[in-house]
């Protein structure tokens, strides 16, 4: 839990500002692990609510969707988001201080890593993956399984050369 003091801008004008260093290690946000967040926040007080502003930088760990072997990834990511004041649900606001003006920001960066993290995340570009028949990681070594690569849909007509019928 990251949580900041932001009841001195409850009772301010808008216009008025707060700045922090996030500089947090190894994080569990609920369904999503990472090393560590680095980066500074400016909390801006506004018409109706806080709003957060930063740049964040973070490793998310991830798993290979070829070899299968977890790995860091590195992002960095731009935070814009409006924080609700207590006691006043504005629609389309998702976040909000809790009564004594304090703010966990944990469920927006989880939120943020999620978007960081690619559909199918790979160690390395060129990551050779698994083979399919004995599970060998091919980054390592090769293996002595001999794969055909068959286009299903072409397995018709390869039958027909060399002759055998079903």
Known sequence: MVEFDLSPLLGVRPGEQLEFELD???????DVSVSFFHGS???????????V????????EVVCVRCLKPFLLDATFDLEETIGLPGRPRP????????EGWFDIAPLLREQVW?????????????????PVCGQDLNEG????HVERVDPRMAVLASLLTGERE
């Open 24 to 30: 947090e290690g190894p994080q569990r946000l609920e």
């Open 41 to 51: 926040l400016t909390f801006t007080r506004v018409q109706g609510g806080i709003l």
């Open 53 to 60: 502003e930063g740049q964040i930088e973070t490793q998310i």
């Open 92 to 99: 389309g606001i998702t976040y909000a201080l809790t009564p």
């Open 115 to 131: 978007v960081e993290i690619p559909i199918k995340p790979l160690c390395r570009p060129d990551c050779r993956g698994l083979c």
């Open 142 to 145: 090769t293996c002595d399984c």
